[in-house]
């Protein structure tokens, strides 16, 4: 069993709440080790300042380094801590967690302790979230992250691995399920109230789209998410909620909170590229004689308010 964690902080309250008691004793004996890239030295101010991020009581002592090094960017580095738990008197679920950020999927934890973190020499912790969006972390550093997630064998294969005949998509779209559209029949269905109305379209230049999505990765979003908006580095939605979902073979993106009007400034660059292909296949499947035959009668006809 899989669950999705797009802000990894949201979970610092749950994996970290039980850490007040305890916690907050230091038992001062742990020595601090070299690990990877990083001297004993380091490893104790990644731990200290990461403890100190993200407060909760927790101490350096419950903190330890994963996996080595993600990334170093400059002076920032990339990393993963684990929280320890044992001494807690909570059992934590061994369900496995998918580290994305903004719109990337970084890689699988095993639990919920598991945390990424970005760690700046002199200065410390911060959210690789937050790093992103002021143009810190650049879209080359999170492939490259990705990429050494890969090495560590932490990151499972998602990209596209099928050919062009055996390739087709579903598109669904609206503030509920208004719409959708199935390549390999070239069915259409609008919803109404009571009624399903459907018509035929086959989606022209299929050779081109295949390799619009091969191009995009989807392996590189997590299944479902809310893309982060760069205005004042906060999130936006609309109400009430649209969304879309792109699904081709057993992958699948489903997107909330969203505009599709075509002008996709204001996202992330990888919510962008995702959004200008799904609006291209929504207009698309909009344009054609098929979707304009399609007549909704007045009394069948969902309002949303």
């Given at each position: 069993m899989k669950k999705t964690n797009f802000l990894l902080t949201a979970t610092f309250a749950l994996a970290l709440g039980s850490c007040i008691g305890p916690c907050n004793e230091e038992s001062g004996t742990r020595v601090y080790e070299a690990f990877g890239p990083y001297s004993a030295t380091q490893v104790k101010e990644i731990c200290k300042t990461f403890a100190a991020r993200v407060g909760n009581g927790c101490t350096p002592d419950r903190i330890y380094l994963e996996y080595g090094e993600l990334g170093y960017f400059g002076n920032v580095h990339v990393n993963i801590v684990r929280y320890d738990a044992v001494g807690d008197g909570y059992e934590y679920p061994a369900v496995e967690t998918v580290a994305s950020c903004c719109g990337y999927y970084i890689c699988d934890f095993p639990s919920e302790l598991y945390y990424l973190n970005a760690w700046i020499e002199g200065k410390g912790s911060f959210d690789l979230t937050d790093l992103y969006i002021k143009g810190t972390i650049t879209d080359e550093n999170m492939k490259s992250i990705m990429e050494e997630a890969n090495h560590l064998h932490i990151r499972e294969n998602k990209t596209l691995d099928i050919g062009l005949d055996d390739f087709c998509f579903t598109l669904d779209w609206g503030h509920g399920f208004d719409n959708h559209y199935q390549s390999d029949s070239g069915t259409i269905e609008r919803y109404g109230r009571k009624h399903v109305y459907d018509a035929t379209f086959y989606y022209p230049n299929i050779e081109g789209l295949f390799e619009k999505i091969k191009a995009l990765d989807m392996g590189s979003y997590p299944s479902r998410f809310n893309p982060y908006q760069t205005w004042d580095g906060r999130t936006y939605a609309q109400n009430p909620v649209y969304y879309c979902q792109l699904a081709v073979g057993?992958?699948?993106?489903?997107?909330?909170?969203?505009?599709?009007g075509g002008n996709f400034d204001d996202y992330l660059p990888q919510c962008k590229k995702l959004l200008e292909?799904?609006?291209?296949?929504?207009?698309?499947?909009?344009?054609?004689?098929?979707?304009?035959?399609?007549?909704?009668?007045?009394?069948?006809?969902?309002?949303?308010?």
């Open positions: 057993d992958m699948s993106i489903k997107i909330e909170g969203i505009t599709l292909l799904v609006y291209e296949i929504k207009t698309t499947v909009e344009g054609s004689d098929g979707w304009k035959s399609i007549t909704i009668p007045e009394d069948d006809v969902v309002y949303y308010l």
